[in-house]
Nanobody, 121 residues
Framework: QVQLAESGGGLVQAGGSLRLSCAAS????????MGWFRQAPGKERKFVAV???????VYTESVKGRFTISRDNAKNTVYLQMNSLKPEDTALYYC???????????????WGQGTQVTVSS
C-alpha cells in the first residue's frame, strides 16, 4: 500500500506560480512512477504529467513549457512546479503512484485526496 498526501494548492492570479507537493508513505517510493492529474468542475480527471523512477518525464500538451514535474526519493515526495498559470488550469490536482504507462492512461491503485488550484483572471 502507498498513501499519498498532496499540498500546496491555493488561489493565484493568472501568470503566477504554485508548487504542489505530494508526500508518499508506505511502500518504497522509488519503486513507483509518479503522476499528477487534474479534474476541473464538471469534467473528467485528466493526466497532467508523469515521472519515472529514473526521472524520465512526460507532459500533456497544454502544460508543456509551463509545468515541471520532479521527485526527491530521499524525501518520498513528488512535486509539480506550475508557472505562467492560466484560468483554465483551475482544477483539483491529484497525485498517483504506479506504472509509467498505466499512469498516462489514468490507471492507478494509489491516489491522493487532491489539492485545489484556482487561477483568477
Amino acid at each position: 500500500q502507498v498513501q499519498l498526501a498532496e499540498s500546496g494548492g491555493g488561489l493565484v492570479q493568472a501568470g503566477g506560480s504554485l508548487r504542489l507537493s505530494c508526500a508518499a508513505s508506505g511502500r518504497t517510493f522509488s519503486d513507483y512512477a509518479m503522476g499528477w492529474f487534474r479534474q476541473a468542475p464538471g469534467k473528467e480527471r485528466k493526466f497532467v504529467a508523469v515521472i519515472t523512477q529514473n526521472d524520465n518525464r512526460v507532459y500533456t500538451e497544454s502544460v508543456k513549457g509551463r509545468f515541471t514535474i520532479s521527485r526527491d526519493n530521499a524525501k518520498n515526495t513528488v512535486y509539480l512546479q506550475m508557472n505562467s498559470l492560466k484560468p483554465e488550469d483551475t482544477a483539483l490536482y491529484y497525485c498517483a503512484a504506479g506504472n509509467f504507462v498505466h499512469l498516462q492512461l489514468g490507471v492507478s491503485d494509489y491516489w491522493g485526496q487532491g489539492t485545489q488550484v484556482t487561477v483568477s483572471s
